[in-house]
């Protein structure tokens, strides 16, 4: 039977929560971080996992694939960070080939394959790289709204503070530092 076994890495702090910067010092670390997971792994065939994978990060577990005979697959997981290949972009030829863009419309590094989470994500996905949605799957996301079962809301305002649960990594790109502020401040 299948089993799952995380291997933790020190993640390379360098430009944290700004996935599309391409630089190779960012590889080198993300490159380092993969092997020391697959040098914990037990000698058996294993997956490389990307939870959230930025362009060097996806390069780095294609390159430690092809290195290492026991990984059989790449999944890299695309969702917050897809904005980053319709965003703005380097002149930068190099650059340019290894930005997130560039990485989704070139040619695959090989073993990747691509998970979203919603069948809106990979249309998207096929309009801005055709070649990366063919290598794309999509495995559902666990807590969609619509999924929800219809119940009569509570006033959220009535007897008590506001709770908010954020799931992922709350980054000036997706306006968490306007939620903080307007928390700071309070409701009148």
Known sequence: PARIEPHPAERPAMHDGRTHVVSLARFRGEFRAIRTALRRAPREPCRIVLLSATSTAIWAASLAAKADPRVRSVQAMLHGNLGDAAAWRSRN???????????????LPSPVRYVVFAPHILQGLARIAPRAAVAACVLPHPATAWQLPAAPRPDPFAGGPVRFGFAGQGTRAKGFDAFLALAARGIP
Request: hydrophobic fraction near 45%; avoid cysteine.
């Open 93 to 107: 030829p190099v650059i340019r080939r290894f930005d997130l863009a560039g990485t989704l419309r070139g040619a």
